[in-house]
């Protein structure tokens, strides 16, 4: 749409350098190792949360963070298309050396998170009362749960915009500044919480103010950030943005923009509705067979947050590919990320199988769950080599943009899911657990069987994609 106004950004992952350097083992490493730190702090916030409830004098407190804690992921999760459509649009355009596009997926991505978010601000009585009646907990406990989603909500905006500010980054390889942007936003948060609750004596309001501050403390911080790291790039922003006929105001790219988003929130309610599917027939078993299943999920969050750096890799790394037109460096992206990946799956399966008593230990101190926990320990070691190709092949196709192949194959994956369940009920938690396992499988395979259409992407005769 627009040409680029400046010079091609002179950092390390810049299209002057060879595609042989972007595709190296250690640049592959270099880009996917802050991914990984960041994503400690993840668990951290969480546990802040329900620790700081914890100790205050009514258990009521400790269930109104947890439900308020789901209302925002279902947001989250559900709105996470704004990141993945900005990192695969702005790899691409990095991968042509197309500042300008850059800066529209920018403008346009942040026009979008900011929308969706202040709609959320503006529709928080009608969310409070619908979440309130979606629970069957006690009174104080939904009470609770209100008052922490009604103050939340207007973090909405900022996170959402953070996220976009996240896909800019990463389609860039700045990885590092993905880094600190998440250590920042959650070590603030952390801190924040603290603060309100010991410092103020507030209780849950205050974890709730500490997420609305350290978001929107973020979104300006990485907003400066972003702004004085690519000040070349960036140079004279205001004037194009509020020009007369702006760069980024092109119906047909935000059309682009929302086809791409459409495409992955129906992958994402597919997952969160395998996920509940998972629970419900586990809570039909019994309470403790559910309480298992839980942990088993847990241990799966925490497993996908050590493979994710390389997906993200993937997602950089396979768009500038894409924007090169090199089939050549698409090819040993692919192979190499996998690679990775997948000798990092082995490494966790046999840490998690060695060490699996001492895990369920930091879990649960109740001894019948422990014990259950363990009979199936199993299927959680044959998570990350089982799951990792899904990992892979979700970074591969968003680096592609190819989100009405990633909707497909999860439709299938998730058919294939509900039927596994429907044969294998009958054979308890190993039934259960074996239709999940064999369902993530399903998840990589029906996209990897799908990736001839990323390579035709990278084709020097390849269609322009869309800006």
């Not at 969706?116 to 601000?121: D, R």
């Amino acid at each position: 749409m627009t040409t680029p106004h400046a010079s091609a950004p002179q950092d390390a992952s810049t299209p002057g350098r060879s595609w042989q350097q972007q595709t190296s083992w250690r640049h592959i490493w270099s880009i996917s190792w802050p991914v990984f730190l960041a994503n400690i702090t993840f668990p951290l916030v969480g546990a802040a949360d329900t620790a700081m409830m914890g100790r205050l004098d009514n258990a009521s407190f400790v269930g109104g963070v947890a439900l308020g804690t789901l209302v925002f992921n279902f947001i989250y999760f559900g709105f996470g298309f704004v990141r993945m459509c900005t990192t695969g649009l702005v790899a691409q355009a990095h991968g042509r050396g197309a500042d300008g596009e850059i800066e529209n997926h920018m403008v346009r991505g942040l026009i979008v998170a900011l929308s969706i978010g202040f709609s959320f601000v503006i529709a928080t009585p009608l969310i409070t009362a619908v979440t309130g009646s979606l629970f069957s907990a006690s009174e104080t406990v939904r009470e609770l749960m209100k008052l922490y989603v009604e103050i939340r909500l207007m973090a909405v905006p900022a996170a959402l915009a953070n996220m976009v500010l996240l896909g800019c980054l990463f389609g860039r390889q700045n990885m590092r500044l993905v880094m600190v942007q998440i250590c920042f936003v959650n070590v603030t948060n952390l801190c924040l919480n603290v603060f309100f609750v010991f410092g103020l004596g507030m209780a849950i309001e205050g974890v709730a103010w500490a997420s609305v501050v350290a978001q929107w403390i973020g979104f300006v911080g990485t907003l400066a950030l972003v702004r004085w790291q690519w000040r070349d790039m960036l140079a004279g922003v205001a004037g194009r943005v509020f020009r007369r006929r702006p760069g980024w105001l092109d119906a047909a790219a935000f059309s682009h923009f929302f086809v791409i988003g459409g495409d992955i929130t129906v992958r994402t309610l597919l997952l969160l509705l395998s996920e509940a599917i998972l629970l419900n027939n586990a809570a039909g078993l019994g309470d403790l067979e559910l309480a298992s299943v839980q942990l088993v999920l847990v241990m799966f969050g925490l497993i996908s947050f050590g493979l994710d750096g390389y997906a993200h890799a993937a997602e950089a790394l396979v768009g500038e590919a894409i924007g090169r037109r090199h089939p050549g460096m698409l090819a040993l992206v692919v192979r190499r990320t996998n690679i990775l990946c997948g000798v990092t799956a082995v490494v966790i399966s046999l840490a998690v199988w060695s060490c699996g008593s001492w895990i369920v230990a930091l879990l649960t101190t109740q001894p019948e769950l422990a014990d259950m926990t363990l009979a199936y320990w199993h299927w959680v070691a044959l998570l990350a080599p089982v799951a990792f190709l899904a990992f892979q092949m979700d970074g591969i196709f968003v680096g592609a943009t190819r989100s009405r192949e990633m909707r497909n194959a999860m439709i299938l994956a998730a058919g294939g899911f509900f039927i596994l369940v429907t044969l294998l009920g009958g054979y308890g938690l190993n039934g259960l657990l074996a239709a999940f396992t064999i369902y993530l499988g399903l998840r990589g395979v029906t996209l990897l069987v799908r990736l001839k259409h990323v390579y035709a992407m990278a084709a020097p005769e390849a269609p322009a994609a869309e800006k």
